[in-house]
T-cell receptor, first 113, second 116 residues
Framework: DSGVTQTPKHLITATGQRVTLRCSPR?????VYWYQQSLDQGLQFLIQ?????ERAKGNILERFSAQQFPDLHSELNLSSLELGDSALYFC????WGGGETQYFGPGTRLLVL | AQSVTQPDIHITVSEGASLELRCNYS??????LFWYVQSPGQGLQLLLK??????LVQGIKGFEAEFKRSQSSFNLRKPSVHWSDAAEYFC??????????????FGKGTKLSVKP
């Protein structure tokens, strides 16, 4: 158990819909990262937050957004969903976000029908 | 741009045999390197990491990796594979997006199968 929790574990929805994925980092970690794992793209970095502020953006679509709240949990919002958004979405956390070890949650598997 | 290459998509070894998974990275500065393992339906578990110092690093479950700057490689090794090692293995380098060396850039992964 990494100490990072993600909810829900599974999500099935329809094209055009909007979903919210939630992540709670390990106790004491200030930085949260979101990654997407798909068969064709592999594991890709989406976005990073540190202590409530956006720190870095990767290959995140404009239809996707995220935020980190004062209690340090984070949410990833996916809107206008397309079939190709079906993937495993991981959250990871680290102490300060400068390249040190990241601990991954179990992931949320999203299926868009 | 930073990148990680894992040349082997799938490797099969016999139980008890030795294992080496290859990883090559492209990064301008001193890299932070990681190996993660993902079992079916599971998240990613850190096996080991290299930040600096001794180029041979020990990890969990009997794994080790050697950082070779001249070859831009960080290969993962295990002297004797167990059936429970069957999983997918990912090499990663801490990238540099917007000046923050925090996010990870992953290779495509190597799937390990273990024959009894």
């Amino acid at each position: 158990d990494s100490g990072v929790t993600q909810t829900p574990k599974h999500l099935i929805t329809a094209t055009g819909q909007r979903v919210t994925l939630r992540c709670s980092p390990r106790s004491g970690d200030l930085s949260v990262y979101w990654y997407q794992q798909s068969l064709d793209q592999g594991l890709q970095f989406l976005i990073q937050y540190y202590n409530g502020e956006e720190r870095a953006k990767g290959n995140i679509l404009e239809r996707f957004s995220a935020q980190q709240f004062p209690d340090l949990h984070s949410e990833l919002n996916l809107s206008s969903l397309e079939l190709g958004d079906s993937a495993l979405y991981f959250c990871a956390s680290s102490v300060w976000g400068g390249g040190e070890t990241q601990y991954f949650g179990p992931g949320t598997r999203l299926l868009v029908l | 741009a930073q990148s990680v290459t894992q040349p082997d998509i799938h490797i099969t070894v016999s139980e008890g045999a030795s294992l080496e998974l290859r990883c090559n990275y492209s990064y301008g500065a001193t890299p932070y390197l990681f190996w993660y393992v993902q079992s079916p339906g599971q998240g990613l578990q850190l096996l080991l990491k290299y930040f600096s110092g001794d180029t041979l690093v020990q990890g969990i479950k009997g794994f080790e990796a050697e950082f070779k700057r001249s070859q831009s490689s960080f290969n993962l090794r295990k002297p004797s594979v167990h059936w429970s090692d069957a999983a997918e293995y990912f090499c990663a380098v801490a990238g540099d997006y917007g000046g923050s060396q925090g996010n990870l850039i992953f290779g495509k992964g190597t799937k390990l199968s273990v024959k009894p």
